[in-house]
């Protein structure tokens, strides 16, 4: 049976994902900071603060204790902050690049010793529409998703050749507690900018993503968006 780790499983785009993996039959271990509901004889959750490095590489090392082995790593925990660039405290760049980036980050180097070890292992990044579209009131979120997309690239290349893919996966907005502080009339207009008038269902992004893992492909160190960028 095939191994997935995902991060920010507690809920939101994490949570439908875990689900999705399970019932395609894979062993899934969630990582968040809360006590998580669900229940599934396949899932373990883990109480990871992604953003602490000794706290990720004890859970990663307790998953490999259980598992033997990682075949995906789903970086998704995440947090975003709307605010003007000129009024966003420091604090809160800071907080979202050590959840956003950081997180990400210290996930890859724990997961992706093991995948190397396995020479085979898929890692995928998730990353917002509002970088490509330089998103406007957004700087710190932005900012931090845009590093997490070139993390994806330069590890994609450093590990090339030695089984593992790593990719991102770009959103635009989706009914989540992230979005929840959100004008309705601003997401509106973003959807518009990504084609979507409509909006994206949870099970639409999560179909999007799950692409990298239904339908592999040899392609390592892209970026997918979904929806049209104009
Ligand atoms: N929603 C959107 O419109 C949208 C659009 C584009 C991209 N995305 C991306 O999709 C991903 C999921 O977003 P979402 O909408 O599902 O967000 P959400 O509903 O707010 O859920 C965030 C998840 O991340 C976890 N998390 C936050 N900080 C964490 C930390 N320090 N350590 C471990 N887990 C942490 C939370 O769990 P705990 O609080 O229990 O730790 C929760 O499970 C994010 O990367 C986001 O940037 C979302």
């Known amino acids: 049976m095939s191994v997935a780790i995902i991060t920010g499983s507690s809920r939101g785009l994490g949570r439908a994902l875990a689900e999705t993996l399970l019932a395609e039959g894979w062993i899934v271990h969630g990582f968040a ?129 030695q089984g593992v893919r790593v990719n991102a996966v770009g959103l635009g907005p989706l009914d989540t507690d992230l979005t929840r502080a959100v004008g309705a009339e601003k997401l509106a207009v973003l959807n518009q900018r990504i084609g979507r008038p409509r909006g994206t269902l949870l099970a639409e992004a999560v179909d999007f993503i799950a692409q990298e893992w239904r339908q592999p492909t040899s392609a390592s160190g892209t970026i997918r968006y979904l929806g049209q960028l104009t």
């Not at 490095?53 to 490999?64: D, Q």
């Not at 925990?77 to 690049?97: D, E, K, W």
């Not at 959840?99 to 010793?113: F, R, S, T």
């Not at 997309?149 to 590890?155: D, F, S, Y």
Request: aromatic share 4%; glycine share 6%; net charge positive.
């Open 33 to 161: 900071r809360s006590v998580q509901s669900l229940a599934h004889p396949r899932f373990q959750p883990h109480v990871v603060d992604v953003g602490d490095e000794a706290s990720v590489h004890a859970a990663v090392a307790a998953v490999l204790a259980a598992a033997g082995r990682v075949d995906l790593l789903i970086n998704n925990a995440g947090a975003a902050s709307m605010n003007a660039l000129l009024l966003t405290p420091a604090a809160t760049a800071a907080a979202l690049m050590r959840v956003n980036y950081l997180g990400a980050w210290h996930c890859l180097q724990a997961v992706g010793k093991a995948m190397v070890r396995q020479r085979a292992g898929l890692v995928i990044n998730l990353t917002t529409v509002a970088v490509p579209l330089a998103l406007s009131g957004e700087a710190a979120y932005v900012a931090s998703k845009a590093a997490v997309e070139a993390l994806t690239k330069v590890a994609a290349a450093e590990l090339q050749g």
